[in-house]
């Protein structure tokens, strides 16, 4: 298998991807109903993305924490962000709900986040050098 050892670069952006999955993760969780409501979005789709983005935050830790990578893992993480960003962007248009203003916008910026992030770990993997076999 392909593997890498991470550049500082990409572990560190694997670090504030799974911790900022991780803060989610728990504030749609502990908070669904209320932010639906301020929202306007469906508190079963905050629940579920809660779910999504814990377990998500648990892989992006494991690989930050490792000395060697699978790159297509990495890759993994990258398109999965980038795909995030481009579906909570498509959400907002799609007429599958009625964001309020406040929901609009906190769609909008956690999908800059994401793509920012996705951005950054497309960096970093550049930046990292493959495993000696």
Do not use: K
Not at 26 to 55: D, H, I, N, Y
Not at 82 to 102: K, Q
Not at 105 to 128: D, H, I, K, T
Request: net charge positive.
């Amino acid at each position: 298998m392909n593997r890498i050892i991470p550049s500082d670069v990409l572990r560190g952006v694997l670090w504030a991807d799974a911790a900022s999955c991780t803060a989610m993760g728990l504030l749609l969780s502990v908070l669904a109903t209320p932010l639906a409501r301020w929202f306007g979005l469906p508190a079963a789709m905050l629940l579920q993305a809660s779910v999504f983005l814990l377990g998500f935050a648990l892989l992006v830790a494991c690989l930050a924490w490792r000395r060697s990578s699978p790159r297509l893992l990495v890759w993994a993480v990258i398109l999965g962000n980038a795909v995030w960003a481009l579906d909570s962007l498509l959400l907002l248009v799609s007429g599958w709900v009625a964001p309020t203003l406040l929901g609009g916008l906190f769609v909008a910026a956690q999908a800059l986040v994401v793509a920012v992030l996705a951005e950054l770990e497309y960096a970093g993997l550049r930046r990292s050098a493959p495993l000696a076999a």
